[in-house]
């Protein structure tokens, strides 16, 4: 097996998912504002050394996503981030687009940037310790969108940085979000995000990705957040698996879910009703949360009280747990219960 593919087996190894911790700083501060955490270089230092040392995280936890100046901060001990991760068993990533941009021509569309200079700053983030990259492409679903232009911009995006990533010996993350903006139905967002991994799929070989070295981040096919009836769990878990049957190839080997504004527990009860159909995937099918990993432990921390550390840590590893069971399909709602 090539490293590129032993690295993808890791990071969807049984029972283990993905933390994207990888917010872009206007996104953290988005974030802090709403608890009130002031976000300065240092808090976010903090927080994100405290998520990367609680305590058993490499139990459920294969690899993280950091933002660039995370990887290159220290732990409040003063060890590197990406080696605390690796001393948990937890494999470093790095997120190296930068960013959806207005899509020229097409109003209220965006393509995600990040090509120009990438490979320099690949063989950087290498050096650095990273083993693993994400870029995000995102697509909405509206009046007349999205249109072909998007969909297929953001596909070339996609895989002229998954062949970049590839010959850096980095393995690409490959992620179209479908966004649950709008009020569209589940059937809606199937089509778009077939379209879509379509269109990423012919890109990905047009530029000769190795697939076995990438690894799928999509969103799940769900009703629109603002849709009046919103499909139950069964539904979601049956056309999003129906979904990723019909365009994703068999030689990948894991799919990673992002959260994408559902809540935490829903998160893992789409993910866990997924792994509990039979038949099943021929990829492992798993998680890479940010928001539904990170929430209950940033409502709990706060810089200025030592005392928060432990808890939010508890609270991580407790989501990081359920959603690690939700991989082998044995989450159950009880748990939560146990934990509150
Ligand atoms: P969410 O799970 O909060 O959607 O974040 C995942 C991610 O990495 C988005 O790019």
Known sequence: MS???????????EGKGILAMDESTGTCKKRFDSYGIECTEENRRAYRGMLVTTPGLGEYISGAIL????????????????????????LPGIKVDTGAHPL?????????????????RLNEYVELGAVFAKW?????IGPDMPTAACVEANAHGLARYAALCQEAGLVPI?????????DHDIDACYEVADATLRSVYAALYEQGVVLEGTVLKPSMVLSGKDCAEQAPVDE???ATLSCLLNRVPASVPGVVFLSGGQSDELATAHLNAMNQLDPGAPWAL???????????AIKIWRPDQPETTELAQKALLHRAKCNGLAT???YDEALEAQAA
């Open 3 to 13: 490293d590129l593919a032993s690295i993808a087996e890791q990071m969807v190894a």
């Open 67 to 90: 933002f660039d100046e995370t990887l290159r901060q220290n732990t409040t001990d003063g060890t590197p981030i990406p080696m605390a991760l690796q001393s948990q068993g937890i």
């Open 104 to 120: 020229a021509g097409f109003e209220n569309e965006k393509v995600t940037e990040g090509l120009d200079g990438l490979r320099a």
């Open 136 to 140: 995000r492409a995102v697509i909405t």
């Open 174 to 182: 490959v992620e179209p979000e479908v966004l649950m903006d709008g």
């Open 236 to 238: 979601v878990a049956e």
């Open 286 to 296: 798993s998680f890479s949360y940010g928001r539904a990993l990170q929430q209950p």
């Open 328 to 330: 082998i399909g044995q």
